[in-house]
């Protein structure tokens, strides 16, 4: 199992800057990508970016431009850089990490969550 701690939100001004961390422990060598995914009440979680071991990455399309995300994989950590803060970030990030495990022949893979760390975009 992999445990997740999320840290780095809080309250930042419209146009602000913020990082979140996320840093996993475990079983970490299952690890293939970790992430973020966010969500606000009454809505669905949506996916934001997810940093892969081979170093490459994925934004969500609104996330291009105003949202980094990256990754140390020493540290088992992965960083989400969000400039330019808008009111509609506000949500609560979640961070994954996806793991593949092998079970004899086969393999099986999930996703473990970590608790989820508020942001509030608000003058």
């Known amino acids: 199992q992999v445990q997740l701690v999320e840290s780095g939100g809080g309250l930042v001004q419209p146009g602000g800057s913020l990082r979140l961390s996320c840093a996993a422990s475990?079983?970490?060598?299952?690890?293939?990508?970790m992430g973020w995914y966010r969500q606000t009440p009454g809505n669905e979680r949506e996916f934001v970016a997810a940093?892969?071991?081979?170093?490459?990455?994925n934004l969500s399309p609104f996330a291009n431009g105003r949202f980094t995300i990256t990754g140390d994989n020493a540290k088992n950590t992965v960083y989400l850089q969000v400039s330019s803060a808008k009111p509609e970030d506000t949500a609560v990030y979640y961070c994954?990490?996806?793991?593949?495990?092998?079970?004899?022949?086969?393999?099986?893979?999930?996703?473990?969550w970590g608790p989820g760390t508020q942001v509030v975009v608000s003058s």
């Open positions: 994954y990490a996806r793991q593949t495990v092998v079970e004899g022949p086969s393999s099986r893979t999930f996703s473990s």
């Open positions: 475990g079983n970490v060598f299952s690890i293939t990508a």
């Open positions: 940093f892969r071991r081979d170093g490459g990455h």
